[in-house]
């Protein structure tokens, strides 16, 4: 079991160059299968989500061979079963159900994992198989077959990140037109856009509600760099924010980070953002509370609410956080408590009072939670001693190093 010993109060400053996304790296692992190649991915993290994912391609038939961080993966030889406990493992195994219906017309796998923040059920998914003339049966194993795969007008109930990579992908080598209408507009959703282009899918309108897709016969391999992490380059921000520190995050695109720093902007730090980078000054004492609301793209990032609530104990009035897409995903919030944070849950709504955080021993839920309770020791008097980190290996890679390198004081023992 890994743990994490920060010693808290250093100022951190300096730079940091962000990881290639881990959700945007799964989706594209997943979406390669369509390939029926070799595509090569550049910079791929180094972290346990993908090594799970490749664990479970690998069961399908699938080669891997890395040089440094460039990742070559063989989808020539694969079978659409998947039978890997690792996909239990992983919430975006389920992102192999498009891919493999695109180019099988039938697939089979456990049901997916991930972190555990609520019910995450998959009617959606369900929905546009159907939609594009397969039958979707779901018990332990979700199975997917159909006979044709034929272009059709889909309107997703809500904007699900994981139903949009599943109708892209499956839509990209049915017959004829899809129109998908309330599609997710995450970055991640854009990047694997650009990944299937590449590969030769005729796609429009990815970052806008509804995407028109033109199926194709066959699609080829490529190389590919994905993008930066918006949720570890949120984290380091949050760092540099909560303990009155300084620095820069590389490699961005600062319209990504929108209504995250609208809100560092509103608690009085200084944000300056240039076309690759975004730069931040913090402060010990922030400005008033604020009022967050999590939301689908272009709305507050669900994934970056926990390593917000720290920052906001630092207002000098209270602050609301409302969570509106996962239904249990304060642990963060509930842990800080025993650093002396100053905050209540009622239902979806956590209340984040000014507090001074004191070091303590908590435990990390899920991953966001885990770099949530990280931020917090960060700033919080003395040793805090953060068990259960190996959530937070599921997504960033070289955590401690890096923060180490801006001034932090802590220690990952495994
Ligand atoms: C992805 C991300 C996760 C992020 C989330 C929302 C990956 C691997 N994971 O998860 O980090 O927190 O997007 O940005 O990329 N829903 C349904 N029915 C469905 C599908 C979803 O009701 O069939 C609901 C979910 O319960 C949730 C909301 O839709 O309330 C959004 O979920 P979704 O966007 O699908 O999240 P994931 O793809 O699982």
Known sequence: MAKLIVTG??????????????????????????????????EVPDISDVNHM???LRSMGAKTRYNGSALTVDYTQITPMVFEESCGKVRASVFLLGPLVGRFRQAELLAPGGC?????PLDIHAHIFQKLGCTYLQGERIRVQGEKLVGNKI??????????????????KAEGETVIENVARE??????VAFLRKMGAKIQGEGTPQMIIQGVKKLHGTTYLPQRDRIEGGTFLAAMAITGGEGVILGVKPSYFSPVLEIF??????????????????KKSLAKGVSIKTGPYP??????????????TKCSSQSTLTETLFENRFSCALELTKMGANISVQKNVAFIRPSCLYGATVTAKDLRAAAGLAVGALAAEGESEILEMEHLLRGYENFQGKLSALGAKLEMFY
């Open 299 to 312: 709305g507050f990032p669900t994934d970056m609410q926990s390593v917000m609530i720290p920052v906001l």
């Open 9 to 42: 109060g250093k100022t951190l400053c300096g730079e940091v160059r962000l990881q290639t996304s881990k959700n945007a790296t799964l989706a594209l692992l997943a979406a390669g299968v369509l390939s029926e190649d070799k595509v090569t991915f550049l």
């Open 54 to 56: 490749l664990c479970i």
């Open 155 to 172: 309107r997703l109930r809500m904007p699900s990140v994981g139903a949009t990579v599943n109708a892209v992908c499956a839509a990209v």
């Open 187 to 192: 970055p991640e959703i854009c990047d694997l």
């Open 116 to 120: 555990n923040i609520g019910a995450r």
């Open 265 to 282: 902007l509103k608690t009085a730090c200084k944000i300056q953002c240039e076309d690759d980078k975004i730069y931040i000054r913090g």
